[in-house]
């Protein structure tokens, strides 16, 4: 079955450096690849969705790549800031509707 | 639109008691999604529902819990009787799926904490 892999550990980041998280999948290529933000003590937030066909997605200073021969999918957030901060979750969604969510990544951006 | 309503925030129980978690979806989304949230497990699916009919039940843990959508506007997750383990934070989300890309809106959540 379909297994979504993010980095457990905190990833610790400059104010200002680019921050990159890295998603692995382990079987099959999902139709889209979605990010979301969580924040202490809130629900997930849509970010961003690539698609299987797309290489690069971009919304503002997020950026995500889609690599189907590494099976892998990073996202990037260009001059970090302390807001920041928070816990990053990709999901692999496919023509169900129903996603699969990797165990996230929490980003810590410090002044 | 308010987003996706969760009550309670907050619930404090004893082991044995019946819990009810409600749901508000998005007005218009067609699917309804439970999930359970744990530092050990992240961030699971229990089950979702198309136009109030479950789909998928297979992450439901075990007969203790349930969930119904009687319409389009409610849905509860209910355990009886809690346990201890299922103390953990319950997310609720919808998404439009039908037709559309399907990105979830995510609700507060439901903290549960049984003792």
């Known amino acids: 079955s379909q297994k979504i892999e993010q980095n457990s550990e905190a990833l610790n980041i400059q104010e200002g450096k680019t921050a990159t998280l890295t998603c692995n999948y382990t079987?099959?290529?999902?139709?889209?690849l979605q990010w979301y933000r969580q924040d202490p003590g809130r629900g997930p937030v849509f970010l961003l969705l690539?698609?299987?066909?797309?290489k690069e997605k971009r919304k503002e200073r997020l950026k995500v790549t889609f690599d189907t021969t590494l099976k892998q999918s990073l996202f990037h957030i260009t001059a970090s800031q302390p807001a920041d901060s928070a816990t990053y979750l990709c999901?692999?969604?496919?023509?169900?509707?129903?996603?699969?969510f990797g165990q996230g990544t929490t980003l810590q951006v410090k002044p | 639109d308010a987003g996706v309503i969760q009550s309670p925030r907050h619930e404090v129980t004893e082991m044995g008691q019946e819990v009810t978690l409600r749901c508000k979806p998005i007005?218009?989304?067609?699917?309804l999604f439970w999930y359970r949230q744990t530092m050990m497990r992240g961030l699971e699916l229990l089950i979702y529902?198309?136009?109030?009919?479950?789909?998928?039940d297979s992450g439901m843990p075990e007969d203790r819990f349930s969930a119904k959508m009687p319409n389009a506007s409610f849905s509860t997750l209910k355990i009886q009787p809690s346990e201890p383990r299922d103390s953990a934070v319950y997310f609720c989300?919808?998404?439009?799926?039908?037709?559309?890309?399907?990105?979830?809106?995510f609700g507060p959540g439901t903290r549960l904490t049984v003792t």
């Open positions: 989300a919808s998404s439009l799926g039908t037709g559309g890309i399907p990105v979830q809106y």
């Open positions: 079987n099959y290529s999902p139709a889209y």
């Open positions: 690539i698609r299987e066909n797309e």
């Open positions: 999901a692999d969604s496919g023509n169900t509707g129903k996603l699969i």
């Open positions: 007005s218009g989304h067609d699917y």
């Open positions: 529902f198309n136009n109030n009919v479950p789909i998928d």
